[in-house]
C-alpha cells in the first residue's frame, strides 16, 4: 500500500526584503546570512515543494517597506515583456535542471532586482509592510481556489521569513489577516531570522502552524527543509517544534501600546 | 462457464513505476540514477516519509545518519508507515544500511542518487545527457495540431486491437508484437490475423492516461530483446515526461538506440517528428508527465457530445460522429450514417 497523500498543497512565501535590516546582516562580524544567500536558499525550499508532488503550487511575495510584489507568479501588468520571455526560455541552459524550476528561479531572480532598482525614494524604515503583504497572499489563495477546475482538494499554508521589527500600527490589520486565514483554513508558519514577532506569534498559535525562531543563519536551508516543508496532513504525524508561550496582549485602538488590562466598547469592540 | 467467470474476474493488472522500478536490477538502477530525470520521476512516486526522509539528509554534508535518529522524526503512531517508507527506499537502493564505529546501524544516501536530485533541483550539471533547444522552427506547430496528431496514432492502435481482421494499416511489426506480448490480442495459427483478448477488452475500458502507461511497460519489457539499451530507453522516457508542451527539442545528442525509441514514440503518438530524418521533435500532452500516477487531465476526449440508445430487442443506436471502438468490438454494426451507427448485439458479436 502506498502511503502518498491526495491533496495537493499551496505554498506562499512571504519575504521580508526590508533593506535596512538586511543592510545590517552585511556589517555583522561573522555574516552568516546575506540576501544573497537567502534568495538561492529560498529558491532550493521553493523548488523542493514543488518537487514533492506534480500539483504543487507556489507563490512568492515580497514584502518592502513601501510596497508589496509578486517575485512568483509573476504579475499580469508585466505581459509586454512576454516576446522577451520566451527568448530567455529558448536560451535556457541545459545544465539538467527541471525546467520549471529553471523558470521559477530566473523569474524570482528578475523579479527581485527589479524591486531593488526601482526603490529610489531613499526614505528609512525599520519594518515591512507585512499585514499588506499576508492580505495578498489570501487573496491570491482564494484566486485559485476559485480558479480550480476540477475541484480538488488542495491545502494552502502562507510562510513568513521575518527579520525585521514588528510595528504596532500593523496591529489592526494583522488582526484581521489572522482571522480570514482561520476562517479559510490555511496555515500560518513563521520563520523568525532576528526579533521576536509577538504578532506572528498569536497567528501561529491561531492557524495552527508552527513559530520557530532560527538557531543559526548559516543553517536556514536545512531548518526551511526540516520544519516547514511538510504540508498539514504530514505535520501531525511528525515531530516538529511547538509552540512556545505566547505574549497574548491586545494593542490599544488610539497609541497602538501594548496593555495588560484595557477598557472595550460594547459597540464596536474597540478596545 | 466457471471457466469463463473466471476469466472475465482476473482484472488487468497495471504496475505503477515504483512497482516497475523495483523489478530492474540494481545495475540498471545505478545507470538510471545517474540522470537527473530519473531521480525526479522516482522521487515523486515516493511515499510521503520517503520523501521527506531523503529531502531532510539531500543537503547535510554529513555521511551517514544514524537509524534511530530518524525514527525519532515521527510520531511512534505511524510506525507502519515508517517501515513502509524504509522498505521502499532500501528496495529502490536509494538508501544502504552501514554499521558505524559505534556498533549502531546507519542510513546512507546514494551518492548518484543525491547528485543527480541535486543537479535536478538547483542545475549544475554538465549538460551532457539533456536535450537542447534549437533556434525557432520555420514549421512550428501548435498545441492543438500536436493534440490532433496524438489522438490519431493512438487511435490507429486502438483500431488496430479492435479490428484487426481489415488488417494493419499504419501499425508497423513492432507494435503488433508488442500487443502480442502484452496479452491484449492473440493470434490462433502463426500466419492468421489478430483478435482481440479479454484483456484486451479491459484495455479499452481504461482511460487513455492508464492505457498509455500499460502499453509503456510492456513495451519496456520487449526493449532487452530488440537489442536496445534499458538505461538509454528509460532516461529519455523520464527526460520526456518533464517536458513542456509546445516546444520542440532538439534530438541532436541522443545516441542510436535512444533514436529508434524516438522513432518508436513516433508511432504511438507520445512526440511528433515532421520527418524522419528531422532533427527536432515536439512531445505531445500524451508524453507530459507520463511517469506520475497522479490523475491526470487529459484534455483528447473531452468536447465530445453523442448520445447511445439502446434497445430492448438488443439494437443499440450512437448518434456521434466519433469512434466508439468499445461498440465496435462488442457489437456487430448493421448501418453506419453520418452521424447516427446503428449495431446489433448478438451472442455471436460479444464471443
Known sequence: MAYRSDESSLLIVVLDTNPVWWGQQLSK?????????????????????????????????????SKNKFLFPKSELADETASDDSEIMRQTKSDGQYELFAKVSETIREEVKDLIFSDTSGELHADCMLSGAMSMALCYINRVEKEQLNKESFSSRILVIKGSEDHQSQYMNFMMVIFTAQKQNTIIDACILDQESSLLQQACDITNGIY????????????????????????????????????????????????????????CLSS | MAAF?????????CKDLLAYVKTLTPSVLEGLYNHPASCLAIFRELPDFAKHYVMRILFVEQVMVKQNVVATWIEKDYANEHLDAIKALTGLHIVHEHMQYCGLPAWKLNESFKKSLQIALMGGGNGANSLEMLPPDKYAKDIAFLDSYAQERWECILHYIVQSKEGSGGISREVTEILLHSGLVSKDGVNSDTFITAAGFQFLLLDISSQIWYFMIRYLETVESRGMNIVECLTFMFQLSFLTLGKDYSSDKMSDNQQRFLQHLREFGLVYQRKRKCQRFYPTRLAINLTSSTPKDIALETHKQGFIMVETNYRVYAYTDFQIWLLQALLEKVSALHLLRGSQLTRLSTS
Open chain 1, 29 to 65: 562580524p561573522n555574516r552568516d546570512l546575506t540576501f544573497t544567500n537567502c534568495i538561492e536558499e529560498l529558491l532550493v525550499f521553493c523548488n523542493s515543494h514543488l518537487m514533492m508532488d506534480q500539483r504543487n503550487k507556489l507563490c512568492v511575495i515580497a514584502a518592502h517597506p
Open chain 1, 212 to 267: 520557530l525562531k532560527i538557531p543559526q543563519l548559516s543553517g536556514l536551508l536545512q531548518y526551511l527543509l526540516c520544519v516547514f516543508l511538510p504540508d498539514a496532513k504530514i505535520r501531525k504525524k511528525m515531530t516538529l517544534p511547538t509552540n512556545v508561550k505566547i505574549d497574548y496582549r491586545a494593542a490599544c485602538f488610539c497609541h497602538r501600546n501594548l496593555v495588560d488590562i484595557g477598557y472595550v466598547c460594547s459597540v
Open chain 2, 5 to 13: 467467470v473466471k476469466s472475465v474476474n482476473k482484472k488487468l493488472a
